[in-house]
């Protein structure tokens, strides 16, 4: 009952606890919040990450045996729609999904993933075996605890990177497509060295129109539909026009589907970056006040 109680508000408590875990205020007139820092503060590092969980409802803590043996079976079936880290694709993120956070081990999920949502682009995977379904349900579940459970980061400044080298890597890497001006005063920006991190490695999509998915579909007779991506599977793509007209089309023998995805190449980017990388190109970034 409390999980279902808390996860309305799951993003807005995300937002205040990711202030409390950096010693910022919650927002004015936050209830929960001048107890919960009072607490938090005096905790050791795995208390807290205790304590976030419940009170962010998220269940029991991942098995991370499961999780690691869930990874590679994610990354082949599932992460082409979701993303390399759940976070969403063409398919929903499934960090803030109902059926995965509603689920302490499996059960749900599995029957959910078994029978899917052809209908709506979501296949079913109803040949795969309840042992692979629990551990890329581990998998989904780590991932949450690693983007909502800010409890269970020790390191308080991440800040911890060598600027020049992290300037060296953005001149050698981000250049293609971005500008210097792009970069001038980033920091600024964010509201903490965090966000910045996560700003940079993981832009989010939004309702920015030139960071959608978009489509170009030529018919069989040769008349073309192009727009932003509503849906898509391997039997069908539904697009949506400059004008906001949907149109749905079969994916037959014969029809030519180009997807354009703006931030593929940061997709891309996260499974080459070390964590060397990672930690330089924030220094860099951070410090571009
Ligand atoms: C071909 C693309 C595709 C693949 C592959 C795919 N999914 Fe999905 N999935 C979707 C789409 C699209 C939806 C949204 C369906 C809807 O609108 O109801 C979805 C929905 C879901 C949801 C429900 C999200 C929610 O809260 O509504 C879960 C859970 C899920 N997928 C898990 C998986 C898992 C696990 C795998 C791999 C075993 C997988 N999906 C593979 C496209 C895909
Ligand atoms: C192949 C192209 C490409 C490469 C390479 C690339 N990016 Fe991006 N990046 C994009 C696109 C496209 C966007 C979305 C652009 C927009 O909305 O203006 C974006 C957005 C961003 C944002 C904005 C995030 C936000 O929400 O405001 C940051 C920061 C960023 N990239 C940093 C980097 C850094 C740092 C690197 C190199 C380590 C990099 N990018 C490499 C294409 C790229």
């Given at each position: 009952?409390?999980?279902?109680?808390?996860?309305?508000?799951?993003?807005?408590?995300?937002?205040?606890?990711?202030?409390?875990?950096?010693?910022?205020?919650?927002?004015?007139?936050?209830?929960?919040?001048?107890?919960?820092?009072?607490?938090?503060?005096?905790?050791?590092?795995?208390?807290?990450?205790?304590?976030?969980?419940?009170?962010?409802?998220?269940?029991?803590?991942?098995?991370?045996?499961?999780?690691?043996?869930?990874?590679?079976?994610?990354?082949?079936?599932?992460?082409?729609?979701?993303?390399?880290?759940?976070?969403?694709?063409t398919?929903?993120?499934?960090?803030?999904?109902?059926?995965?956070?509603?689920?302490?081990?499996?059960?749900?999920?599995a029957?959910?993933?078994?029978?899917?949502?052809?209908?709506?682009?979501?296949?079913?995977?109803?040949?795969?075996?309840?042992?692979?379904?629990k551990?890329?349900?581990?998998?989904?579940?780590?991932?949450?605890?690693?983007?909502?459970?800010?409890?269970?980061?020790?390191?308080?400044?991440?800040?911890v990177?060598?600027?020049?080298?992290?300037?060296?890597?953005?001149?050698?890497?981000?250049m293609?497509?971005?500008?210097?001006?792009?970069?001038?005063?980033?920091?600024?920006?964010?509201?903490?060295?965090?966000?910045?991190?996560?700003?940079?490695?993981?832009?989010?999509?939004?309702?920015?129109?030139?960071?959608?998915?978009?489509?170009?579909?030529?018919?069989?007779?040769?008349?073309?539909?192009?727009?932003?991506?509503?849906?898509?599977?391997?039997f069908?793509?539904?697009?949506?026009?400059?004008?906001?007209?949907?149109?749905?089309?079969?994916?037959?023998?014969?029809v030519?589907?180009?997807?354009?995805?703006?931030?593929?190449?940061?997709?891309?980017?996260?499974?080459?970056?070390?964590?060397?990388?990672?930690?330089?190109?924030t220094a860099?970034?951070?410090?571009?006040?």
């Amino acid at each position: 009952m409390m999980r279902r109680a808390v996860r309305g508000g799951w993003l807005a408590v995300l937002a205040v606890l990711a202030g409390l875990a950096i010693g910022q205020e919650g927002p004015a007139g936050d209830q929960a919040s001048p107890q919960h820092q009072a607490n938090y503060q005096n905790m050791t590092p795995e208390q807290r990450a205790t304590a976030t969980r419940e009170f962010l409802g998220l269940g029991a803590k991942p098995d991370k045996d499961a999780a690691r043996r869930g990874a590679p079976m994610f990354k082949q079936n599932c992460a082409v729609c979701h993303g390399p880290q759940a976070r969403g694709a063409t398919g929903p993120s499934l960090i803030t999904s109902d059926v995965v956070l509603g689920d302490d081990h499996g059960e749900h999920f599995a029957a959910y993933v078994k029978k899917g949502r052809p209908e709506k682009g979501m296949p079913a995977f109803d040949s795969m075996p309840d042992t692979q379904l629990k551990d890329i349900a581990e998998f989904l579940h780590e991932q949450i605890e690693e983007v909502a459970n800010r409890g269970g980061y020790q390191v308080l400044n991440i800040v911890v990177g060598d600027k020049a080298k992290g300037k060296a890597y953005v001149e050698g890497h981000c250049m293609p497509c971005h500008t210097a001006e792009n970069f001038s005063h980033i920091a600024s920006r964010y509201r903490s060295p965090e966000q910045l991190q996560r700003g940079w490695i993981w832009p989010s999509r939004g309702s920015e129109p030139k960071r959608a998915v978009t489509a170009m579909v030529k018919m069989r007779d040769g008349a073309m539909a192009a727009g932003r991506v509503v849906q898509v599977s391997d039997f069908r793509i539904v697009v949506a026009d400059a004008a906001g007209q949907k149109h749905a089309i079969e994916r037959e023998p014969g029809v030519e589907v180009e997807i354009k995805d703006p931030l593929a190449a940061h997709e891309q980017m996260i499974l080459t970056l070390s964590n060397n990388d990672l930690h330089n190109v924030t220094a860099w970034l951070a410090s571009l006040k």
